[in-house]
């Protein structure tokens, strides 16, 4: 009996020991497994933080190499960084902007970084084919715009019918629209000799003596308010000083030949003002914005173009102190890509039709044009974007055919204006 007593106690002695070391054995690989996963996080962790540190190094790498190289092409490469690698893209230029991508990659751990860089850029909106300011506009016989006009002074056709195919208004007391035929809708203060498709709306004080509508024709009590032209002094001083930045050419520049490429720079000063011509077949590239001091003339087949590799789908300007002449056949574009256009701007306060402002003649193509003080004089079968002046005049049969792609014109400085940093964050 006692024999079998001790054997009991020595059998529960073996099977506590035996649950202890399973208990402790439980705890010890609860142990090292929670200590493993730690670790695990932990290395994970850092190799996540290694990967999004790589990616801000390529990021950081290609933004120095476009810093140094604004016409940097689209490309793709691989950067080693401390053992691990980051693959780096950078798009087209598009509408001013470039994404920058950089992809980091340790030990399989991916993070990727997003950047978009844009060139600083004035927005202009050109809502109208025609916007004219005091001065008004005196338009020929089956003279047209196609599009909308706004004017601070009278619309009138002294020798004929001029043609407006949308809406057309009027604004300021006193002021009327006389021998206007309008496609839509027209305002005015008087209405003299003028037929509208749409309604008609006159000033109370004013009239609508032999005007007809085909809608309603009716008064408001308020004069219609003036609207200030879009591009205002500072801004023109400003693409001015951009140009100047380029450096300042003391003598008259003459182009007859074609892949010539200017800018951004000053022509002349404003004391010893120098002209710019293109002439017979010349073709000039636009890599920048150019400032005249003097006269800028384009005719003979001419051709004025913005540099593509320079603008992309943004809108440049040339600005003229002295009279802007376009004639003989002249092609003037953008860079050729969507929503890129050519200004051709002048200061010149002339509104002689002898001697205007701006005077573009004889089957002249493409372009804004722009007399912020002046007379634009359209003459003979010539065919311009958008037209906003002072004053305007256009000849007989002369057309203003507007374009939507106007109303956020985007104008930069070329490779000259500087480029932002618009976002920078992480994406997947």
């Not at 208990?23 to 932990?42: D, M, Q, T, W």
């Not at 590239?285 to 004025?304: D, E, F, K, P, Q």
């Not at 376009?326 to 574009?333: D, G, M, P, R, T």
């Not at 109303?407 to 940093?421: D, K, R, V, Y």
Request: hydrophobic share 40%; net charge negative; with cysteine.
């Amino acid at each position: 009996m006692h024999k079998r007593l001790n054997n009991n106690k020595g059998f529960a002695l073996f099977f506590t020991v035996l649950i202890s070391l399973l208990i402790v054995s439980g705890l010890a690989s609860a142990v090292v497994i929670l200590v493993y996963n730690r670790s695990k996080v932990a290395l994970d962790s850092v190799k996540s933080s290694q990967a999004y540190y790589t990616a801000e190094a390529g990021i950081e790498d290609l933004l120095l190499k476009v810093k140094r190289n604004p016409n940097f092409p689209a490309s793709a490469y691989s950067l080693a960084v401390s053992g691990n690698t980051a693959e780096i893209n950078i798009s087209e230029a598009i509408g001013g902007s470039r994404i920058i991508t950089s992809s980091g990659n340790a030990s399989q751990r991916i993070r990727k970084v997003r950047v978009v860089y844009s060139i600083t850029a004035d927005s202009v909106s050109f809502h109208y084919g025609a916007q004219v300011g005091e001065g008004g506009m005196e338009m020929g016989n089956n003279s047209r715009v196609r599009g909308n006009v706004y004017s601070n002074g009278n619309i009138v056709a002294p020798s004929g019918t001029g043609y407006i195919d949308n809406t057309l208004v009027v604004a300021g007391n006193g002021n009327k629209m006389d021998s206007i035929s309008v496609g839509e809708d027209a305002s005015a203060h008087t209405c003299v000799d003028s037929s509208v498709a749409g309604n008609l709306t006159y000033v109370s004080g004013g009239s609508a003596a032999s005007c007809s509508a085909g809608g309603t024709i009716s008064s408001q009590p308020n004069q219609i308010d003036l609207m200030p032209l879009p591009i205002s002094s500072e801004m023109i001083n400003e693409w001015k000083a951009d140009a100047s930045a380029g450096g300042i050419i003391t003598t008259d520049m003459s182009y007859s030949t074609a892949s010539n490429y200017l800018g951004p720079v000053q022509i002349g000063t404003p004391s010893s003002p120098k002209n710019l011509t293109i002439d017979t077949n010349g073709v000039l590239r636009i890599t920048g914005t150019v400032y005249v001091t003097g006269n800028l003339t384009i005719n003979n087949n001419g051709i004025l173009t913005l540099d593509p590799a320079s603008y992309g789908s943004l809108s440049g300007s040339v600005i003229a102190d002295g009279l802007i002449s376009i004639s003989n056949n002249a092609v003037l574009n953008g860079s050729g890509l969507a929503g890129s256009y050519i200004l051709l701007l002048s200061t010149n306060s002339s509104v002689d039709p002898a001697s205007p402002a701006v005077y573009i003649r004889n089957n002249a193509q493409g372009a804004i044009f722009y007399a912020s003080n002046g007379l634009i004089y359209l003459y003979n079968n010539m065919l311009a974007r958008e037209v906003t002046g002072y004053k305007i005049k256009i000849n007989n049969n002369a057309e203003i055919q507007y374009e939507a792609g106007l109303q956020n014109a985007l104008f930069s400085s070329g490779p000259g204006g500087s480029w932002e940093i618009q976002s920078w964050e992480e994406v997947e």
